[in-house]
């Protein structure tokens, strides 16, 4: 069963619509809005830069991951 809900995130809403429950979104979109509310509060930039370089931290660290578990044997 699908759940639909109404979020904020870094003042916008969203609507979100997934097969977990509604507690469960609430969260992670609590946990995104913290996330992209920090990055803006550190650089100083706009919603989509801000959007953007967590995205690209996430990646690099990401990609560092995968690194070590292919070089791991």
Do not use: C, P
Not at 8 to 25: C, D, F, N, R
Not at 53 to 60: A, I, N, P, Q, W
Not at 63 to 69: M, P, T
């Amino acid at each position: 069963m699908k759940n639909k809900i109404t979020v904020s995130i870094a003042g916008q809403t969203y609507t979100l619509v997934a097969s977990e429950e509604s507690g469960y979104m609430e969260k992670v979109a609590a946990h995104v809005d913290a996330k992209i509310q920090e990055v803006l509060d550190e650089s100083k930039v706009s919603l989509v830069d801000g959007a953007v370089l967590k995205l690209k931290m996430e990646l690099s660290e990401a990609k560092r991951e995968i690194f070590k578990l292919q070089n791991k044997k």
